[in-house]
């Protein structure tokens, strides 16, 4: 069992900036891809940031430059720092992460989400 806890998220200005951290838990032997996605109200979810288990990363397009994923692998713990964030960014988060278990196991985990308002 792989449980991820997620925080970070908040109500903030246009401009302003937040960071999300994910940290996961439980029968990991090690984790590969660790991705953080959005669902705006209305909308489907998108992937919004990608990091592999080397640390290269993607964006999608709407997020260069402003967003950054990173991660901690002594800790199981993916980050997102959010700069100059607009009303669009608006969403629900949600972290993703791909690991191998002690069983050598593949599975897919899913973080609870968190809530980022940005206002106008």
């Known amino acids: 069992q792989v449980q991820l806890v997620e925080s970070g998220g908040g109500l903030v200005q246009a401009g302003e900036s937040l960071r999300l951290s994910c940290a996961a838990s439980g029968s990991i032997r090690s984790i590969n891809t660790m991705n953080w996605y959005r669902q705006a109200p209305e909308k489907q979810r998108e992937l919004v940031a990608t990091?592999?288990?080397?640390?290269?990363?993607n964006y999608t397009d709407a997020v260069k430059g402003r967003f950054t994923i990173s991660r901690d692998n002594a800790k199981n713990t993916v980050y997102l720092q959010m700069n100059s964030l607009k009303p669009e960014d608006t969403a629900v988060y949600y972290c993703?992460?791909?690991?191998?278990?002690?069983?050598?196991?593949?599975?897919?985990?899913w973080g609870q989400g968190t809530q980022v308002t940005v206002s106008s």
């Open positions: 990091i592999t288990s080397s640390g290269t990363t």
């Open positions: 993703n992460v791909n690991f191998i278990t002690r069983l050598f196991r593949s599975g897919s985990a």
